[in-house]
């Protein structure tokens, strides 16, 4: 409009851009560490993956898609992808079940229902340290509790972390354990934000129990399963510490995730190699979007929002 | 103008650039090359005036940590208003190393940094360091005090790349109380593999359901122990006479005698009579203070925990040879201190070599031996009346020190230097899992870890040049 510019600007507009320079001012800060704390290193990731390295890991020169192609090609890499699907499913399946069960099961009114409640969410007080290095005295195939028990009952020894049959289970079930706190903790929540009336309504129903469980409080939980199924999984993806502690990836690569090859090539053994682990860690990425994507099309179309 | 400016500032980079460079050759060829120009005399000290700060990168922690302070504390006091040493702890020796490589590109190395002994040949390669060799050239310092072996494992062409600091050296461990309930007699230890699996045997005891309540031999399964026993027959770990005569291309370890250790290791695991406890050396050495194992492989740096955590009387023998005709002897483990070259004032590499001299002498060696349980790498501090007493006090020690006495210094006991010793170690201990759980035979097992390391050791090799 040729005119406008005599005429001051409709208030309306004026109003409009005064709100959105608001809005960017407001949401600058997190502009500004979202680029420097995701955005750069995510930018840096691919550039180092796409470049061999000097003696100190430094970008020496172009490689393109080498490292991916190798990734793709290498037995070893495979075999890092299915133990880190396994170790996923081992910790989010028995981990959010685990909690449901135990959340199901408070529901009864039993004496001391509270102090159970604060007991069982209790490991989320643990850090990933602790929690690994005590299990790892439950675990010592020599001179471990868990052994000890089994010897009592004529069985054993069996080598927990030391034998690769067992190795992951082992370290799956310590992160089952150190999830299970938060888990109970959501769960209960959930369970305290139904509805009283609806419950009410079924029990003049006549439901109970399982029936109760199967019908009103899981689905009403649902909101919460879906969040718990997604983050578990996110998490488990990304566990390091208990690995680290426990077995460092071993015996013979049983228990080596994505993320645990990752810290392998780029800062164990002396290796250096920060293409190789970038690569890795942009499959991880990828691995993570994917699971998320598919949890959002799949599970979220099942779940009742209250 | 705007165009001369752009022009001006063009030369000047590049004139920067050339300096840069050139600078970085006068310092490199370090390791045993003839670089004493990169060693400053005594005077640039005098010269600097103030206070020179020396930032000093270790990885010790506990009780060896609280000893190195001390020590630290008391060359800082002799040397105020002059020198000042700055301490740092950075995480385990592999953290440590990964941090230095970052410090590098950084162009922010520390003055003066503790690196394990096999990152000897990185260090070198790494051209960052100035050479101890040449301070003591340039002083007329003798290294001659400094524990043949030990200078043997850290020189190059004979000549020393870094200070030797602190030194460690496995045994074999006892407990003599499970001895002599066998019937044994732990004055008696196994000298040689063969013998080891037979009181292993016999040490491993029972209970009435069947159950192994004591197993005759455990030890974490660290690459390191296997590097020992190949150095102890007189075998080498790598080519070019372990890497020492010129730059290793190539793992040997899967010799037959490679193969012979690990499948001796793996049969007593798989008979029953040896404890597997994993890598984590912490189980290995639980295994052993609670009375589960019997005969144990660890470092000397241990002893003193031992002897105060066990319930029963901690016996020392010498590591066992693979046979009894082998003529060599344990490789000496532990770290040294390299002096970094570019980018530091020759005042702060003079202070951090009159540190390395100080820390190396005969009275602090001791301090630190009978603080830490390491082994003096200066000969004369076993004369030291300090030393003498805390040995008599724990005459377990006494075994390294014999064992040492009884070396001579040779290829294979001055160890492999690779500059990716690291994941050859790793190689090592993933093939003894492997052989543990049946999947491939230790020949096998071996000869495959070697095969996946060459690509390592040549991309290592091509990239240094």
Known sequence: ?306 | MKKSARALAALLVAGLTLTACSSGDSTSGSGGGSTDAAAPGAQALDQAGGVTIVEFWHSMTGKNADVLTGLVDQFNAAHQGKIQIKAEFQGKYDELVAKYKASVQQKGTPALVQVYDIGTRFMIDSKQTVPAQAFADKDGYSLDDLDPNIRNYYSVGGKLAAMPFNSSMPVLYLNTDAFKEAGLDPAKPPTTLAELGDLAQKLTKKDANGQTVRYGFGAAIYGWFVEQLLAESGTMYCDQDNGRSNKAGKAVFDSAQGARIVQWWADLVKNGYAANTGRVTDDAQAAFKSGTVAMHLESTGVLRGYTEAAKFTVGTAAFPKVTASDQGGPVIGGASLWISGPGHSDAEKRAAWEFEKFLTSPEQQAAWHTGTGYFPVNRKSLDDPKDKEWVAKYPQFQTAIDQLKATKPAPATAGCLLGVMPQARKGVETAIEQTIKGSKTAQQALTDAAKELQPAIDSYNSSVG
């Open chain 1, 1 to 306: 409009m040729p005119t406008a510019p005599h005429t001051a600007p409709h208030p309306r507009r004026r109003h409009r851009w005064g709100e959105h320079g608001l809005a960017w001012a407001f949401l600058l800060p997190s502009l500004v560490v979202f680029v420097l704390f995701i955005g750069y290193p995510l930018g840096r990731t691919l550039y180092l993956s796409a470049h061999a390295n000097d003696l100190f890991g430094a970008p020496s020169r172009y490689v393109g898609w080498q490292h991916y192609t190798d990734l793709l090609t290498s037995a070893d890499f495979r075999r890092t992808l299915v133990t880190t699907a396994l170790f996923t499913l081992l910790t989010v399946v028995p981990g959010v079940l685990g909690a449901l069960v135990l959340v199901l099961l408070l529901e009864n009114r039993i004496r001391g229902v509270r102090l159970l409640r604060s007991a069982f969410a209790l490991p989320f007080a643990f850090s990933v340290a602790s929690a690994s290095v005590v299990f790892a005295v439950f675990f010592n195939p020599a001179s471990g509790v868990i052994n000890g028990l089994l010897s009592h009952l004529g069985l054993g020894p069996v080598g927990w972390l030391t034998d690769d049959r067992y190795a992951l289970v082992s370290v799956a079930a310590t992160t089952v354990w150190m999830s299970l706190g938060y888990n109970v903790l959501v769960l209960s929540a959930g369970v305290g934000s139904i509805p009283g009336e609806l419950l009410e309504a079924a029990r003049l129903d006549g439901a109970s129990g399982l029936r109760l469980a199967r019908s009103i409080t899981v689905p009403m939980l649902g909101p919460h399963l879906f969040f718990l199924t997604v983050v578990s999984t996110v998490h488990s993806l990304q566990s390091f510490g208990q690995i680290h502690i426990l077995t460092k990836g071993g015996p013979d690569g049983a228990t080596r995730t994505l993320v645990y090859s990752v810290y392998e090539k780029a800062f164990a053994y002396g290796s250096s190699d920060f293409g190789t682990a970038s690569a890795q860690a942009v499959v991880l990425l990828v691995v993570v979007l994917a699971c998320t994507a598919v949890q959002f099309g799949v599970l979220e179309r099942k779940v009742h929002y209250a």
